[in-house]
């Protein structure tokens, strides 16, 4: 089944504490993408990936990092989460990245930092 | 710079209503717009999607025109069902790369 998969689905932490959400898909796709989901902001990206080794910032970043060094995995890190960081985060992918393909959305990790 | 606006929710409806959800943008040259729907405890799915000015999404009995007049990309069922009972996220792409996102309008239809 053709699928994009986040771990954990959820996650309670501590200020500071380095964290890391994985997601991966199984669908060759080249483009990968991180959002989060906070109520009334909707979704607002954070990173994305053209291919392995390829990454840049979206309208979030701050905070967070990221890394492509397969084409299947596009792992979130927070190296010193704070409460601000608290939110539903989604991974994305699509194929070649154009806006004539989709994205296919993982189920969610909602993220907790105390 | 690049935004969407969604009309505020939550909507209520009955079963069989219209129904329309009011999505304007701003955007830098002639981005591709979207509607996502969110089922709960899930990730967004494309509804629909239009690229080019004048272009008709539809899927599902869900329908979108693309109005680069009006910059906008109004969501309309013509008979809503329970079903159909999700929060809909109008966005758009301006290169492919860059996705941005209204906030999302919750939709619940009763019996």
């Known amino acids: 089944e053709a699928q994009v998969t986040q771990n954990p689905r959820y996650l309670i932490t501590v200020t500071g504490k380095k964290l890391t959400v994985t997601c991966s898909q199984n669908m060759n796709h080249e483009y990968m993408s991180w959002y989060r989901q906070d109520p009334g902001l909707g979704l607002r990206q954070i990173y994305y990936s053209m291919n392995v080794e390829v990454t840049d910032k979206g309208d979030v970043p701050e905070g967070y990092k990221v890394s492509r060094k397969e084409k299947r995995n596009f792992p979130l890190i927070l190296e010193s989460p704070s409460p601000n960081q608290t939110s539903l985060y989604f991974c994305?992918?699509?194929?070649?990245?154009?806006?004539?393909?989709?994205?296919?959305f993982g189920n969610g990790t909602r993220l907790t930092v105390t | 710079g690049n935004s969407v606006t969604q009309m505020e929710g939550p909507v209520t409806l009955s079963e069989e209503a219209f129904l329309t959800i009011n999505c304007t943008y701003t955007a830098t040259g002639y981005p591709s717009l979207f509607w996502y729907v969110q089922y709960p405890g899930e990730g967004l799915q494309l509804l629909l999607k239009a690229t080019k000015a004048d272009d008709k999404g539809s899927n599902k009995g869900f329908e979108a025109t693309y109005r680069k007049e009006t910059t906008s990309f109004h969501l309309e069922k013509g008979s809503v069902q329970v079903s159909d009972s999700a929060v809909y996220f109008c966005a758009l792409s301006p290169t492919g790369n860059q996705f941005y996102f209204g906030t999302g309008t919750s939709l619940t239809v009763i019996p």
């Open positions: 994305a992918s699509s194929s070649r990245g154009t806006y004539n393909s989709p994205l296919h």
